[in-house]
Structure formats: structure tokens, C-alpha cells
């Protein structure tokens, strides 16, 4: 008798609600989407995903690696439970994050990545992934952890995350943080923003299509700069080499 | 007293720099050299604040000094905290104004983002009273909130017009290649819409976000000469026409009128009265100053 393998190795996802779509207004005066996405709209951000896998800078690089295999797994059934957001201003794309349920009850935040700098993109785009998960999907607590500085302290010391060091998380398997719903009722006036319904204009614009990054992060002129520099005692060659490319000298 | 001229300059971006400081000393300097079209200065001023401290580089000088191959030029860092850039500037105006010096070499940098804003934000904080200050736990931000309150009192300045100078200089930045941050940012979108709370939320109310300076690494370079060495590079002939500089009490809540920069004004009237000029003379100031409050006080 033959064994349809694919039944064998493909999980069996559990019914999660959808992520109803928001927008806010960023410092800019631009207006963000923060919607979800289908397996069928995975294609179009793993292109502008793979981008990063070149940024050796804020661990985009590792971030970027580790995301693109969350969203394959997730495009051709190789995860549990995964739900992926993203957030695109006029179309274009912003910002992604995922995660998935570890369980009915708690959910496990994946990556959150911004592909424009500053004006706080990655942390709404966080912010909706926690409502997603503790509001709309009802779970009690999100595990949570931080590859780079910039992610501790947006998560770690701005949510003042309580440690589940018990808990392995599924990135790299070091110590977990999680977010409870009471600390989240506690962040909820100062960092959790969004307007619903989204304005007709916005949600078409957005859903038309997945545009590219139009100032995504760049790597450094010498792309092994950061991890060189920390080994170097001098930083003479690295700097001088990267303001020459820079036509500074 | 003999006339002092700008022959070279040098920057860096501001940004993180993860090199070591003693480089992006060495390196707007190195831009400053070319752009003089010099090799060797007579002396070396290095502005810095928190290298010995914060980047474990003291003789901070020194290192410049070798890193650039200027040895045996004299080399000494100055340290005055914030305005470390502006003292050695005047130092150096005054060993070439004296007859000390022809040439001297003005370089300062910060690598302040080696360590984490709290430990920056501390560091920074070292400059206020330690006893009467400090250990109430008064940071800068929170020195300039109180600053900005007596101000909002005694002359009606509102969080609209801190947040029109943050909106402005956010502009101006965007033509700056070598600025910090290259971000548009709008006052509906940092005081008006609903999310403006979140986009721009307080640090030291009545200061948000976009009224306080980020923490930068950087550096930055001039090099200034006699007239007859500027001459004979034949430039542009930039002249340091005045330099001021005044002290007020160290303790914010001793100064009979906090709101009144006594200082500031006192150093502008002496550059002013050295110039022969008047503030109506000027076409272009540039202010320094942390946070949005000081551009509104000092302008």
C-alpha cells in the first residue's frame, strides 16, 4: 500500500482567527497598514527578505536567515501554527513579523523585522503581534526573545518582560521572556497604537501589492566590519578602506 | 594679538561607529590635513569627554597624535564636558593668536554608543552637582524638562513650538549627509494624530522624543593657521573673527534667573565685541544644545 508521505510530515494547523487589518499614523505624517499575509503572499517578501541577509549590521543578517527559513516552513508546510503580518506604507513593505501558538495557551514570537529605520515601524509592528496573540487570539502569555540590543530594549526593557528562563526558546534555544496579558494591559496606553477599520484607499493599496523596500537597511562598505572591528585593536584599514568607498578621503 | 584662520576641516558621519576612539579622532583629521593640503601641524587639541571612561582610551592625545604620524607634536585633550569641542577650538585660537603656534590641528570625538543609553545617559549626568544634583538622580533631560516648564511659565512656549524646532532641524537634516538621523517627520504625525503619544512619548515631560538629541559617535576636525601660513596655502581665507566663552553657577537652582543663560549671552557678547560686529550682522548662526527647548532660550 502506498504511503502518501506528505500526510506524514505536513502539521496539522489548529484554526487561529485572522488579524483584523489596522493603520496608524507614523512620525513621518505617512499611514501604515499592519495586515496578515497568506502563504500565497510569502514569495513576494522573501525577495525583499534575502536582501538583508547581506546587512552585517544590528543582526539583520542573522535575523534575515532565520526569517526567510520561518516563512519557507511556513509557505510549504513545514511549521505549526505560523501566522505572518507585515507592514506596508502606500504598498510598500515596511516591516514583518511572525510567530506561532506553542500551545492553545501560549504563543512563541518569532521575528520582527524593520526594512525602514526609525520612526518606531518595528515596534508597532511588535505591538500588533502581541495584540494578535493575547487580544484577538485569546492566548495568555507570548515567549519572547531578542537577537540584537535594539530588540532587548524595545521588548525586554520597554514591556518589562518577565523571565521564563525555564523555557527554550525556539531561536537558537537560550533562555525565554514573556509577555503576560497583565503586562501588556500595563504597555497598552503608551505603546500599543492602530485605528480600525482600515479606510477602504489604504487596505486596496496595501493588498494590491507587496511593494519593495524603498530605504531598506544597507550593509556597511565592508561587510565584515562588525565582527572585524571587534577584534581589531587599531580599526585603521576597516575605517580607511570604508571612507575611501565612501569618497570621503 | 596675530589673526588665526580656518585652513582645513574634516567630519565624520554621526552615527554608531564601532571603532576605536582614537580613530575617529584621527580620522576627520586626516580629511583636515588633505583639505589644507598640510602634513605636519606644530600642536594637537583633542576635544573628548568620555573616552577614559566609556571607550577604557585614556591619553587620549597621544594616541591621536600617533595614529596620525604627527609625532613629536605637543598634544593634550581638552575636557569640558559638552562644550569639550568649542574649548579646544578656543584653545587653539589662542596658541595661534599668542605666537605660540603656527599651525595646530583641532579634532574632538565621542564614542559614546560603546556603552548602553542608561550608561551614556549617567555619564552625561556626571556634569551636574554631585551633591546637590546628581544624587537626586537629575539627568540632563530632566534638567532641561524643568528648564522647559520655568520657560513654558514666564514666556508661553508650547510642546507645538518645541515640536515646530524638532520638525525644522529633522528637515534641515535631511540635506546633511553626515547628520545622525534622516527622517521626515511631520507635527501631525509627532503631536496630533492619536498615535502621537506612542510615535513621540515623553522622556522628561514636557520633553518627548523628538525634542531630545540621539546619542551619536562622530568626530570632527579644523585646522588653523597664522595669515602668513594660510597664505601660503593659498584657500580660501576663513577667519576666526571672535571667541567667547563664560561660566554660570554649577547648580541650575543657584542661578538667580534659570531661565536666562547667562553664560551663553555672556560668551556671544565677547565674541560679538572681539568680531566688531553685531548680532544684526550675522546672516547664519548655528546653535548647539541637546534638546529643543535650548535652540528656542538661546536663539
Given at each position: 500500500m502506498a504511503i502518501d508521505v506528505e500526510k506524514i510530515l505536513r502539521p496539522v494547523d489548529n484554526p487561529i482567527p485572522p488579524f483584523p487589518p489596522k493603520y496608524m499614523m507614523l512620525a513621518g505624517g505617512e499611514e501604515m497598514v499592519i495586515r496578515q499575509v497568506g502563504r500565497e503572499d510569502i514569495p513576494d517578501i522573501l525577495c525583499h527578505v534575502e536582501q538583508l541577509l547581506h546587512v552585517e549590521r544590528d543582526y539583520y543578517d542573522v535575523v534575515a536567515a532565520r526569517l526567510i527559513g520561518e516563512l519557507l516552513a511556513y509557505y510549504r508546510y513545514r511549521v505549526k501554527d505560523e501566522y505572518v503580518l507585515v507592514a506596508q506604507i502606500n504598498g510598500e513593505l515596511v516591516a514583518v513579523v511572525n510567530g506561532r501558538l506553542l500551545s492553545k495557551e501560549v504563543g512563541m514570537s518569532y521575528h520582527t523585522v524593520a526594512l525602514r529605520r526609525g520612526l518606531r515601524v518595528g515596534a508597532h509592528a511588535f505591538a500588533a503581534k502581541m495584540e494578535y496573540h493575547l487580544?484577538?487570539?485569546?492566548?495568555k502569555e507570548v515567549l519572547i526573545v531578542a537577537e540584537s540590543p535594539i530588540g532587548f530594549r524595545r521588548w525586554m526593557i520597554e514591556y518589562e518582560l518577565e523571565k521564563r528562563f525555564n523555557m527554550a526558546h525556539e531561536l537558537g534555544g537560550v533562555p525565554s521572556w514573556a509577555l503576560t496579558r497583565e503586562l501588556f494591559n500595563k504597555a497598552r496606553e503608551t505603546l500599543v497604537v492602530g485605528r480600525r477599520p482600515v479606510p477602504k484607499h489604504l487596505l486596496e493599496k496595501a493588498q494590491a501589492a507587496i511593494l519593495p523596500p524603498t530605504d531598506p537597511p544597507k550593509p556597511p562598505a565592508d561587510l565584515l566590519a562588525a565582527t572585524r572591528s571587534m577584534y581589531d585593536s587599531t580599526g585603521t584599514a576597516l575605517m580607511a578602506q570604508r571612507w575611501k568607498q565612501e569618497g570621503r578621503l | 594679538m596675530r589673526e588665526v584662520y580656518a585652513v582645513g576641516v574634516g567630519i565624520t558621519s554621526f552615527t554608531r561607529l564601532e571603532y576605536p576612539i582614537s580613530e575617529i579622532a584621527a580620522y576627520p583629521a586626516m580629511m583636515a590635513l588633505k583639505d589644507a593640503g598640510?602634513?605636519?601641524?606644530d600642536h594637537v587639541y583633542v576635544a573628548n569627554m568620555g573616552s577614559a571612561r566609556l571607550n577604557h582610551q585614556s591619553g587620549l592625545a597621544s594616541a591621536v597624535v600617533d595614529t596620525l604620524s604627527l609625532t613629536p607634536a605637543g598634544a593634550e585633550v581638552i575636557e569640558n564636558g559638552p562644550a569639550s569641542g568649542a574649548s579646544a577650538i578656543k584653545t587653539g585660537f589662542m596658541a595661534v593668536a599668542s605666537g605660540l603656534h603656527d599651525v595646530v590641528l583641532v579634532t574632538g570625538a565621542e564614542r559614546l554608543r560603546e556603552v548602553n543609553n542608561l550608561d551614556a545617559t549617567d555619564f552625561v549626568a556626571?556634569?551636574?552637582?554631585?551633591?546637590?544634583?546628581?544624587?537626586?538622580?537629575?539627568?540632563l533631560p530632566s534638567l532641561a524638562a524643568m528648564f522647559t516648564r520655568l520657560y513654558m511659565q514666564k514666556y508661553g512656549v508650547t510642546e507645538r513650538h518645541l515640536a515646530m524646532v524638532a520638525v525644522k532641524n529633522h528637515d534641515n537634516a535631511l540635506l546633511n549627509?553626515?547628520?545622525?538621523l534622516h527622517e521626515k517627520i511631520t507635527l501631525e504625525g509627532i503631536l496630533d494624530s492619536p498615535e502621537a503619544m506612542t510615535n513621540n512619548p515623553y522622556v522628561a515631560e514636557p520633553l518627548r522624543f523628538f525634542d531630545c538629541c540621539p546619542v551619536s559617535d562622530g568626530g570632527a576636525c579644523v585646522i588653523l593657521a597664522s595669515a602668513e601660513v594660510a597664505k601660503k596655502l593659498k584657500k580660501p581665507m576663513v577667519r576666526l573673527a571672535g571667541v567667547g566663552q563664560a561660566t554660570d553657577s554649577h547648580c541650575v537652582h543657584e542661578r538667580a534667573e534659570p531661565t536666562d543663560l547667562l553664560a551663553v549671552r555672556g560668551a556671544a557678547a565677547q565674541a560679538f565685541k572681539m568680531a566688531g560686529i553685531t548680532p544684526g550682522d550675522v546672516d547664519v548662526a548655528e546653535l548647539h544644545d541637546a534638546f529643543t527647548i535650548l535652540e528656542i532660550a538661546e536663539s
Open positions: 487580544d484577538i487570539i485569546g492566548q | 598640510l602634513s605636519k601641524v556626571t556634569l551636574t552637582h554631585p551633591l546637590a544634583e546628581y544624587i537626586y538622580g537629575v539627568t549627509f553626515y547628520a545622525h
